[in-house]
């Protein structure tokens, strides 16, 4: 059986695609080209994929990438590819944080579209900076905050839009790992030692590596703007630079509240984020590592469970969805539906039309500002004592 799409087809040439970052060892450059690869709307043509040149090289090469186009610095592929007639359309940045902006930067100035994993950067600063540079160029920029594209959190959202839940009183949302319950960061392990160093991950630990996520899958479902934040943020296992555990009350515009519980060392959870939704006419939970289902209970009703491709699904997730119900979507699907929104957008600019409505709630710079803010806080807050402090932000 074929999930219908009501996705663009965005022309008949797939987007010319770069990525910097993401060569040999890297774990999320294979997933974001996997995910650039399943709609079939990206073609990877160019890259800046190490700071390692001959890393960068091998690795292009053995992606197929050209040999002249497989650059040893992110500065010569925006200048290279500007340049070129068949230049790249959209550039996709997939390094440690704190290579997020400048190669950002590069690319808008050099008139290129950009795709850039989250935190958006290292400090609220250079988001800033951004936001006024994409506004500037008029160009696209999104943000892999992949969880907003799983179906049943698009669905979510548009429940809580259309009112189904009444007025939100309350929100809870936890993100819990357990892969750095020991001090691998200070054995070697590549992954984890950048992650929890400052000079690479930024002034956030956990809560900027996966607090982020958790931030915005509650913003996005909700619809709501936080106001202000009292965060606790601790660093469990000796030795370790930033937090690895965090717990954090939030206060948002229109008087709904809400926690916030992230960790890495939780034992016994490898990748387990959730989202409550509670109104005064029902509620919704949601669970990652059970993507496909969203509980709902209205108001004084039994709880039900609404499914991926079930008939009471509308059509946000139904546009998300490539697989009949019970054939399980998840991660990497999650990414594509980031990517695909993305090209629909791109594609609409270069075809001087409207793009899909669908694809307009895709993660933005503005997204990205609202987690760096959210990160800037929940360090302010728990540097001071664990007090109330300002975390809204004016974009």
């Known amino acids: 059986m074929a999930i219908e799409s009501s996705r663009h087809d965005g022309g008949s040439r797939k987007l010319r695609l770069g990525m910097v970052g993401g060569g040999h060892g890297a774990f999320i450059g294979a997933v974001h080209r996997m995910a650039a690869r399943l709609d079939d709307r990206y073609e990877l043509v160019a890259g800046a994929l190490s ?13 197929g990438i050209a040999e002249d186009r ?8 925006a200048e290279k590819e500007a340049a070129r007639e068949d230049g790249i359309d959209v550039v996709s940045i997939v390094t440690p944080n704190h290579l997020h902006f400048a190669p950002a930067k590069a690319f808008l100035e050099a008139g290129i579209h950009v795709i850039c994993d989250k935190p958006m ?20 920029f999104v943000l892999t905050q992949n969880y907003t594209g799983y179906p049943m959190v698009r669905h979510a959202r548009e429940m809580v839009a259309s009112g189904a839940l009444g007025d939100i009183r309350v929100l809870q949302t936890n993100y819990a790992q357990d892969w750095l319950a020991t001090a691998i960061d200070q054995e070697g392990q590549k992954q984890a030692a950048w992650r929890t160093d400052p000079k690479f991950a930024g002034a956030g630990g956990s809560v900027g590596d996966i607090g982020v996520h958790a931030f915005n899958l ?18 469990t296992v000796p030795g370790r630079q930033l937090d690895d555990n965090a717990n954090v009350l939030m206060r948002f515009k229109g008087g709904a509240t809400g926690t916030l519980w992230v960790s890495q060392v939780a034992t016994g959870n490898f990748n387990r984020l959730t989202l409550g939704v509670y109104g005064t006419k029902g509620g919704i939970q949601w669970d990652g590592e059970d993507n496909d289902n969203l509980l709902y209970t209205p108001l004084g009703e039994a709880t039900r469970i609404l499914t991926r491709g079930g008939p009471d699904v509308g059509a946000a997730a139904g546009r998300s969805t490539r697989l009949p119900t019970r054939h399980p979507e998840g991660f990497i699907e999650g ?8 090209a629909e957008l ?10 899909d409505p669908g694809a307009t709630s895709v993660p933005t710079v503005e997204d990205g500002a609202r987690g760096l803010a959210f990160i800037e806080a929940c360090v302010k807050s728990s540097r001071a004592g664990g007090v109330w402090v300002d975390a809204s932000i004016d974009l």
């Open 51 to 63: 700071a390692n040149p001959e890393n960068a090289r091998r690795s292009a090469l053995d992606l």
């Open 70 to 77: 497989a650059y040893t610095s992110y500065e010569e592929m």
């Open 121 to 140: 950067t290292v400090s609220l600063e250079e988001a800033k900076a951004l936001v006024a540079l994409v506004r500037k160029t008029g160009l696209v």
């Open 218 to 235: 509650a913003a996005f479902v909700s619809g709501l703007e936080i106001e202000q934040l009292c965060a606790d943020l601790r660093s």
């Open 335 to 342: 990414f594509t539906n980031v990517y695909t929104d993305a």
């Open 346 to 355: 791109i594609a609409a600019k270069r075809d001087g039309r409207a793009p």
